[in-house]
């Protein structure tokens, strides 16, 4: 594990790092070069074979052409295709491409038809927002096409270093290089299945902080804490999950045992459809809905709720208690639906959390789906602001963002947590961590996190990630949490 949170910057975020470090010996773009052509290097395995670089028209195209120039030194057969004018190159991008011809080496205009053992895609780079078209598009459908490794530079071509969205077509990489810190793009939307595997190099000029931060185990190791002895139940916290209309009680159950499975010490259930016991998870208290509001010391409220007058009535009763809420599912669209509500959330003093899929996060602000999706990091950071609300935006990069403008991107998970019930396991499980005592935050990251490291697990023994199921993904939890609190 490393020993500080990695650091993401935006496109525009970086480019002010970057200017602060535009005089610096040796340029960023002969380290950044110096850097890809080590890890291309270790890739074939210090072997001395056939490598194609394509070089694009901006500083991407000058990391090529420094890394092409140390590959060749080194003994390696480098093909140089370079998608640009040369007359147009940045400064530092012209001299890497005069070192690389003082050297011997040659430019082409179309890949050859010869048989590498690497591919260096070093077209575009974080300032790409257009479409890709023409001949830079059939560049990348030809490398995509090739039966070898490919290392992306920075980011994969044709992906927004923003959003993770693909701007027309995108190199598929089997690793990435990205320089100083990560992007957003390669962290969520479309960014994981073109990325291949991340490796983050800081070029020498670490930054203590960015703009968000990857989230790991070090963002919530000081609640990994192994219980006394002398524990009882009361020790724990009591989560309140409030929700079972009729014909919905599954996903109310879901979270409520997965709350049960991380820790809380007592967990009611308080189902608007009459249900006198859990047969698969006994241990669960159900009570009256109204009763739970009581009883709890943290509420989840949402699972299964459904929309009625009476949902309506207990989502308002939850927002007037000083105890920490968890709002998800029906409970966000009932938010939706009433503004009035809504800013009488945002006027709480107690904690409020919010974990809304893209469809329910687009019906808080009054958006299309897509568009939410189109900018994921801003709708998480508004929905944050204006409810006052520690947020979970789920998906492909899972965003935690907070009241103050903070945010997380997550990294664990794969496909199969696309399946019923998954979020409401998510809820459970966040608000049995702050029943333990996690402060909202790190609840929020943690139970994130431990999601889909949950997810992970399972795929990593065979069970998924096709068929997985929330059940499964509760139990997965469990132990997960446990071995981290003994691994800290």
Known sequence: MTTRPRPIFRRNGIRAFEAQFADVEPRLMERAGCALAALAGSMLDGALKPILIAAGP??????????????????????????GDSGRLPADARTALEKWRAAGGEIVSEIPD??????????????????????AAELIARINTLDCPVLAVDIPSGLDADTGRSTGPVVRATQTITF????????????????????????????????GEAISRLHFRDCLVARDRDSHKGSFGSVGV????????????????AALKLGAGRVYVGMLDRLAVDPLQPELMLRQADEVLQLATVLAVGPGLGRSARALELLRQAIETQLPVLIDADGLNLLAEHPVLARRLARREAATLMTPHPAEAGRLLGIATDTVQADRLAAALTIARIHRAHVVLKGCGSIVATPGGRWFINTTGNPGLATGGS??????????????????????????????????ALVQTGIGPIGLTAGEIAHAARTTLNRWIADA
Not at 201 to 210: K, Q
Not at 435 to 451: C, R, S
């Open 114 to 135: 010869l048989r590498f053992a690497l591919v260096v895609d070093a077209l575009f780079g974080i300032g790409l927002t257009r479409p890709i078209e023409g001949k």
């Open 423 to 456: 979020g409401d396991v998510l809820t459970g499980m966040i608000a049995a961590l702050i029943a333990q005592g996690w402060p909202p935050l790190e609840a929020m990251v943690g139970g994130t996190h431990l999601h889909g490291s949950a997810a992970d």
């Open 58 to 83: 901006g500083n991407n195209g000058g990391d090529g052409l420094v890394a092409a120039r140390l590959l060749k030194e080194q003994g390696h057969a480098v093909t140089v295709v370079f998608a």
């Open 180 to 211: 100083i810190a990560l992007k957003p793009g390669l962290l969520m939307r479309e960014g994981p299945d073109h990325c291949g595997k991340v490796e983050l190099c800081d070029l020498g000029i670490a930054t203590a902080a960015g703009e």
């Open 242 to 257: 409030i929700g079972g209309a009729p014909g919905m009680a599954g996903a109310t159950l879901l979270a409520g045992r």
